[in-house]
Nanobody, 124 residues
Framework: QVQLVEAGGGLVQVGGSLRLSCAAS????????MGWFRQAPGKEREFVAAISRSGGRTSYGDPVKGRFTISRDNAKNTVFLQMNSLKPEDTAVYYC?????????????????WGQGTQVTVSS
């Protein structure tokens, strides 16, 4: 049974930083592209970042480019999202997802497994 468990969310002030993690089990982690998505209340799910199987390629949504960094540790079956210079519009539930594709795709329908999400709230 595949499980993706996010952690690291919380309340942070504008300009602050958070580091999210997603621990995966029940799958061959190195065989999956990993992604982060987010959903704010009343809004559609939005692509945040993705990283290829080996970590050699990454992709970012325009709103987070230059502020967020995705990385992975295949030895620990974990993917990370470092979030810096946080803004109120970054407030959302952040979801980790896994896809059996080679490239770091931005489209949610490619991702077959999803975590439960972790809340990130940026206060002004």
């Amino acid at each position: 049974q595949v499980q993706l468990v996010e952690a690291g969310g919380g309340l942070v002030q504008v300009g602050g930083s958070l580091r999210l993690s997603c621990a995966a089990s029940g799958l061959t982690f190195g065989g999956y592209t990993m992604g982060w998505f987010r959903q704010a209340p009343g809004k559609e799910r939005e692509f945040v970042a993705a990283i290829s199987r080996s970590g050699g390629r990454t992709s970012y949504g325009d709103p987070v480019k230059g502020r967020f960094t995705i990385s992975r540790d295949n030895a620990k079956n974990t993917v990370f999202l470092q979030m810096n210079s946080l803004k109120p519009e970054d407030t959302a539930v952040y979801y980790c997802a896994a896809a059996t594709v080679v490239v770091p795709v931005q489209v949610a329908t490619y991702y077959s497994n999803w975590g439960q999400g972790t809340q990130v709230t940026v206060s002004s």
